[in-house]
């Protein structure tokens, strides 16, 4: 992630965020279960190796881990004490791998991923195609990327007020440094050289996830 939102934001986020307040907030757990749900519902495909940017602690690397033990699964995200609090509750469980890197120099080699997941990332990026570029490097020819964020709807734009003016989202208050929307995410897909295979709009049409693939080059 760039460089504004890691100096900002990131360090204020404690690195087990994500794991407490889905066990202990009702709303934060019916979000980020709601996003699995429809993630989970749009993976219709073998893969083997799979990447997932911007991974914070672990917890949704970790859920798509758990129901398909037959991959290896990569966890990247720029937080370094997310990174380091994810290998330490995962560190008996050899098909999770977690590392620090910036999801804009992606430490690995072209076409290595099968299946890539940016999930809750784009719209917090400085650069969000050069962000969608490097992940397209190292996805496979015939691999597939799932890309989710909020849809900023009127609904959401209410729920995220009140969860960062008042609630315990208050870290998140200035996240948001792209303002993205669907058709504006649809288009940067498009013109990042990745074909829209289907669309799916989630929690009470809060959220969205995109299933792409990469366009491949005719010789």
Same mark, same amino acid.
């Given at each position: 992630m760039? *460089?504004? =939102?890691?100096?900002?934001?990131?360090?204020?986020?404690?690195?087990?965020?994500?794991?407490?307040?889905?066990k202990? &907030?009702?709303?934060? !757990?019916?979000?980020?279960?709601?996003? @699995?749900?429809?993630?989970?519902?749009?993976?219709?495909? *073998?893969?083997?190796?799979? @990447?997932?940017?911007?991974?914070?602690?672990?917890?949704?690397?970790? $859920?798509?881990? $758990?129901?398909?033990?037959?991959?290896?699964?990569?966890?990247?995200?720029?937080?370094?004490?997310?990174? $380091?609090?994810?290998?330490?509750?995962?560190?008996?469980?050899?098909?999770?791998?977690?590392? +620090?890197? &910036?999801?804009?120099?992606?430490?690995?080699? *072209?076409? +290595?991923?099968?299946?890539?997941?940016?999930?809750?990332?784009?719209?917090?990026? &400085?650069?969000?195609?050069?962000?969608?570029?490097?992940?397209?490097?190292?996805?496979?020819?015939?691999?597939?990327?799932?890309?989710?964020?909020?849809?900023? &709807?009127? @609904? =959401?734009?209410?729920?995220w007020?009140?969860? /960062?003016?008042?609630?315990?989202?208050?870290?998140? %208050?200035?996240?948001?440094?792209n303002?993205? *929307?669907?058709?504006?995410?649809?288009?940067?897909?498009?013109?990042?050289?990745?074909?829209i295979? !289907?669309?799916?709009?989630?929690?009470?049409?809060?959220?969205?996830?995109?299933?792409?693939? %990469?366009? @491949?080059? /005719? !010789?």
């Amino acid at each position: 992630m760039g *460089n504004k =939102f890691n100096n900002n934001i990131i360090t204020k986020v404690p690195p087990d965020y994500y794991y407490q307040g889905i066990k202990k &907030n009702v709303f934060q !757990s019916k979000w980020h279960y709601g996003k @699995l749900n429809a993630v989970l519902n749009l993976i219709k495909f *073998n893969f083997k190796k799979v @990447l997932d940017v911007g991974c914070a602690s672990g917890w949704f690397t970790y $859920q798509i881990a $758990q129901r398909f033990p037959h991959c290896q699964i990569v966890g990247i995200d720029i937080y370094r004490k997310a990174i $380091q609090y994810a290998k330490s509750i995962n560190e008996n469980n050899k098909k999770i791998h977690f590392r +620090q890197a &910036n999801a804009n120099k992606l430490p690995f080699k *072209n076409n +290595q991923f099968d299946l890539i997941i940016c999930a809750e990332v784009i719209e917090h990026v &400085n650069n969000p195609k050069k962000t969608l570029m490097e992940i397209k490097r190292v996805l496979a020819p015939r691999g597939f990327l799932l890309i989710e964020m909020d849809t900023g &709807n009127w @609904l =959401f734009k209410i729920i995220w007020y009140l969860w /960062t003016k008042f609630l315990k989202g208050k870290v998140w %208050k200035k996240a948001h440094i792209n303002l993205l *929307n669907t058709k504006i995410l649809e288009e940067l897909l498009v013109s990042s050289g990745y074909k829209i295979k !289907s669309k799916k709009i989630f929690n009470y049409s809060m959220g969205v996830i995109f299933l792409c693939s %990469k366009i @491949l080059k /005719t !010789s």
